[in-house]
C-alpha cells in the first residue's frame, strides 16, 4: 500500500470518528443525545476553543513548557537507557546484582513519585521533567538490554574470528542488533514523555498543557479539557514523527518487508 492511500485511509477513520461524535453528541436518537454536550462537548466547540487559545496566543507559552519537559524527559531518560542497557547487557554478574533492585524502583507507581519530586524538585519544569525520566528510563533500558542480549552468535562468533576486538563488535554488531528494538521502546517513550511532563503539571504547577486542562476540568469546561487532549495528541504525533525520521536515517541498511519477497 502507497503512503498517500495510507494517510487518505488514517485521515478516513479521523473523519468518520468527528462525525460521529458531533452527530451523536448534537441530534437525538430514538428521543434521546446519546453523548450529552455537558459531559462529551462536541467537535465544532472543541475546535472553536483550539482556535481561540492559538489566535489570542495563549496556548504558545503552555505548549513551550510542556515542550520544552517533554523533550528533556525524552532525551535524558532515553540516553540513560541506552547506556545502562548496554552496561547490564555486556556486564552480566552487574545485571544480575542489580535485578531485583531494578524491578523494586520500576515496580513504584509513577503518581506517588509525583508529589516526591515536586517536593525535592520544586514546582519549576526540573520536576515534570524527572516524572517523565522514570517512565522513559525503563522502556528504554528493558528494550536496549534485550536487543543486546538478542545478538546473534553465529554473527557474533564470526566478527570474532575475523579478529574484531571488542570496540569493533560494540560498533558493527551489538549496536545495530539494538537499534531496532531501541527505536520501537523510543516510538512508544515519545508519549510517555509527554504524560510524565503533563501528569506533572495537572498535579502543580502554574503553566503548561497539563496546567490548562487542570483549569478547565476545574470550571467543568469539557470543551477545553478536550481541546487540550487534542492539542496533545497532535504534539506527540510531531515528536514521533521526528523520531521515525532519524529511524529511517539510521537503519537505512535495514531490508523493507517488500525485499524479501521473491
Partial sequence: MSRPTLFALQVLVAVVCIVLW??????????????PPFFFSNPFDVFSQIVKWFASGVIWKHLG???AESILAFVIGSLGGVLVGFWFARQPLVA???????????????????????????LGIWSKVALGVTLVFFIVFFNVYQGVKEVSRTVLDNGRMLGMSE??????VYWPS????????????????????????????????????????????VAGVFAGMFVLSAFVILIDYGV?????????????ASDGRG
Avoid at 22 to 35: D, E, N, Y
Avoid at 167 to 172: A, G, N, P, S, T
Avoid at 190 to 215: D, K, P, R, T, W
Avoid at 244 to 256: C, H, M, S
Fill in 96 to 122: 544480575a546484582v542489580f535485578d531485583p533492585y531494578v524491578k523494586m524502583v520500576n515496580a513504584l507507581p509513577r503518581v506517588v513519585l509525583a508529589p516526591i519530586f515536586a517536593l525535592w524538585l520544586g
Fill in 22 to 35: 458531533q452527530v451523536l453528541s448534537t441530534v437525538p436518537v430514538f428521543g434521546k443525545i446519546l453523548l
Fill in 167 to 172: 570496540r569493533q563488535l560494540m560498533r558493527h
Fill in 244 to 256: 521515525t525520521l532519524v529511524e529511517r536515517r539510521l537503519l537505512v541498511w535495514r531490508p523493507t
Fill in 65 to 67: 513548557i510542556t515542550l
Fill in 178 to 221: 539494538a537499534l531496532s528494538w531501541m527505536f520501537s521502546s523510543l516510538h512508544t517513550s515519545v508519549g510517555f514523555a509527554v504524560v510524565g511532563a503533563v501528569v506533572g503539571e495537572y498535579l502543580g504547577s502554574a503553566a503548561g498543557l497539563g496546567y490548562l486542562i487542570q483549569q478547565a476540568e476545574g470550571v467543568f469546561d
